[in-house]
């Protein structure tokens, strides 16, 4: 029994399919606007590729993870903002220095909790740390009682409406519903022109692979492994010796720190922060992209999100009010003849063409292996 | 008689045990102790409590009252994995293994190493754990079907499996609910040979119904009716025993 090496060669070629995707034909064949599009479309690829570790794998289906790419966005912006608040640009105000939205809402100095995200550093510590952290403590107070499934996912959603209600409540500190605006310079460096935008989409995609290696690293590891098992019977692991909560604590963590990265880059690339990325809607928004794509699959997740926000965008430029039935419909399509998205469709239908075809071509030399291999599907154990 | 944990002759010790369901006594009052290397029988009519036992003893089901000693250690305060890392592995009545992953990773993620969560990231597949999986997959009979998924072997291998994944932990007390249930002729003869083979070394508590299965395996009987002992002793004594023919067959 050969040892399941980190890259299989059906990772190598998924990895190398989508930067040639992203890396090559998209910045070649986009213009800056649509690039920028793309990268927006990107940052919640990064919330995808953890659902796919934490409810594909794992089996923990979380409706919340809009807080947790919410939570980076907004460390970010709280950083960018403070920068652009310097006590020259905002001389104007009746307290200058301070983001101008809190000198609307007669604040007249800068919350203590405010005050890390001068600092870069720790600003990326925040935006890493902070949403880990609180998936910790919403992961041990839920999984230590045995809390899964349905119930899960509604404390999750829960959470989601207690964090948007929050934000827009608290308008002096957080820039209430129009969110954080008006983000100018990242140490200095303008983040608003053309060429900064392409620098960031390529930061971004860097980031993304980062993250993707870093989930097939999981998914490879018997850590991936035991969610799997997990997922199937609990009760088994649980007598095998593993503590059940701890892999599913990890699991979410692990999922909530995407999503922030995935926040963080949004606010970067989009150029502001708002609660109406944090709510219920966008995070059942994130579910879909996983499920389209395939929630097995690292890849398909990916390829999912492009896909669902490329039609999204396209269909509300050109019919606005038909779009949310469009997804709706989407989604029940997947659930009901796609269970396992594109990853699944790829696996089932065009992978054997293409091997087929290799086959064909092969065959008299040598004998083909059986193996199979594709961009999307990445071997995911089918359900 | 509160000796058993500093009898270091008991390697189980269970007294006093109650577990009550809404009133409902499933378990009621028991106590018995397994010495090392015993091979311990469980019979009784359905609803006696036979499961529960050893759900209470897995840590499962949370007792009532009473107390579980393993090895002086109080199993009725410890965690399902803690219970698990002391040296108890429990096989489930209904064939209890990872459909999705292969007969390779069932046994591989049952090898007692690597627990933790960091442990699992680091885990390696070293050519000692390489090693110990195929043999204990040849021990099970499945040695050629390690790259094979799991949800196609049949009804018996799954069985099989699931004992081999028990195997691979090497526990000190073995406990198997029902392991020939459902399973063909030829399956049951192989299965009780496999069964005399693991137990050596190790204690076993058993839940059968298959008395020939019994009365070939097993050091000591004993029989629960209604949540309590109604006889305990070697095969032959609990079989002369006139409560247990009225409750056998009394009725």
Not at chain 1, 327 to 354: E, M, S, T, Y
Not at chain 2, 44 to 53: E, I, L, Y
Not at chain 2, 174 to 196: I, N
Request: proline letters at 3%; glycine letters at 10%.
């Amino acid at each position: 029994m050969e040892s399941p090496r980190f890259l299989s060669r059906s990772d190598v070629i998924g990895l190398a399919a989508l930067a040639l995707l992203l890396v090559v034909i998209l910045p070649l064949s986009l213009d800056v606007f649509r690039l920028n599009l793309v990268a927006k479309y990107l940052t919640y690829a990064f919330v995808a590729l953890g659902l796919v570790l934490c409810w594909g794998f794992g089996g923990i289906l979380s409706l919340g993870q809009g807080v947790f790419f919410g939570l980076g966005g907004y460390g970010m912006a709280m950083y960018l903002k403070l920068e652009a608040s310097s006590v020259e640009n905002t001389k104007i105000q009746s307290t200058p220095g301070i983001p101008d939205f809190m000198d609307w809402n007669q604040i007249t100095q800068l919350p203590l909790f405010w005050q890390p995200f001068h600092s870069l550093t720790l600003t990326i510590l925040a935006i890493l740390i902070i949403p880990a952290f609180f998936a910790y403590l919403v992961g041990a107070a839920m999984f230590k009682r045995r809390v899964g499934g349905v119930y899960f996912a509604i404390i999750t959603q829960a959470i989601a409406a207690i964090l948007t209600i929050l934000i827009i409540g608290q308008q002096g500190y957080t820039g209430g519903i129009n969110g954080i605006t008006d983000l100018r310079t990242l140490k200095g460096w303008d983040i608003r022109p053309d060429h900064a935008k392409v620098v960031l989409y390529f930061v971004e995609v860097a980031f993304l692979f980062g993250c993707i290696l870093l989930a097939l690293f999981v998914r490879h590891s018997k850590l991936g492994r035991i969610l799997v098992a997990m997922r199937e019977k609990e009760d088994r692991v649980r007598f095998s010796g593993y503590s059940v909560a701890n892999f599913k604590i990890f699991a979410f963590c692990l999922a909530a720190m995407f999503a922030a990265i995935g926040g963080a880059m949004f606010t970067l690339n989009v150029g502001f922060m708002s609660p109406s990325f944090v709510g219920i809607v966008p995070s059942i928004e994130m579910v879909i992209y996983t499920a389209v794509g395939g929630r097995l699959s690292i890849f398909g997740a990916i390829y999912g999100t492009l896909l669902v926000n490329f039609a999204k965008t396209s269909l509300s430029e050109s019919f606005p009010q038909l779009w949310l039935f469009g997804l709706g419909a989407l989604f029940i399509a997947v659930v009901l003849i796609f269970p396992n998205g594109l990853a699944g469709i790829w696996r089932d239908h065009v992978q054997p063409l293409i091997d087929r075809m290799i086959n064909k071509r092969k065959s008299g030399s040598d004998h083909h292996n059986g193996k199979s291999f594709g961009p999307i599907a990445d071997g995911a154990p089918a359900e | 008689m509160l000796i058993g944990h500093q009898q270091p002759d008991f390697l189980l010790a269970v007294e006093g045990l109650t577990v009550s369901f809404d009133g409902f006594k499933a378990v009621n009052d028991l106590s018995f102790y397994v010495e090392e290397n015993e091979i311990r029988v469980i019979i009784g009519p359905n609803g006696a409590g036979k499961t529960t036992v050893l759900d209470l003893i897995c840590g499962k089901t949370k007792a009532t009252s009473g107390a579980i000693h393993f090895r002086g250690k109080d199993l009725t305060k410890m965690k399902e994995n803690q219970i698990v890392q002391a040296g108890v592995g429990r096989k489930f009545q209904t064939p209890s293994i990872y459909e999705d992953l292969t007969v390779f990773e069932n046994l591989e993620i049952s090898y007692p190493q690597g627990r933790s969560v960091f442990g699992a990231l680091a885990f390696q597949r070293t050519a000692a754990v390489r090693e110990r999986v195929e043999e204990v997959a040849e021990a099970i009979f499945l040695k050629d079907k390690l790259g094979q998924s799991a949800d196609l072997l049949s009804h018996g291998q799954k069985q099989w499996l699931e004992i081999g994944m028990l195997l691979i932990q090497d526990p000190d007390l073995l406990m198997l609910d029902e392991p020939v249930a459902g399973m063909s002729v030829s399956e049951r003869v192989k299965t009780a040979e496999l069964l005399h083979t693991i137990i050596k070394d190790r204690s076993v508590l058993v839940i059968e119904h298959d008395m020939k299965f019994v009365e070939d395996i097993a050091h000591k009987v004993t029989v629960l009716h209604q949540g309590q002992i109604l006889s305990e002793g070697t095969m032959d004594t609990v079989k002369n025993d006139p409560k247990v023919i009225e409750v056998y067959l009394g009725h």
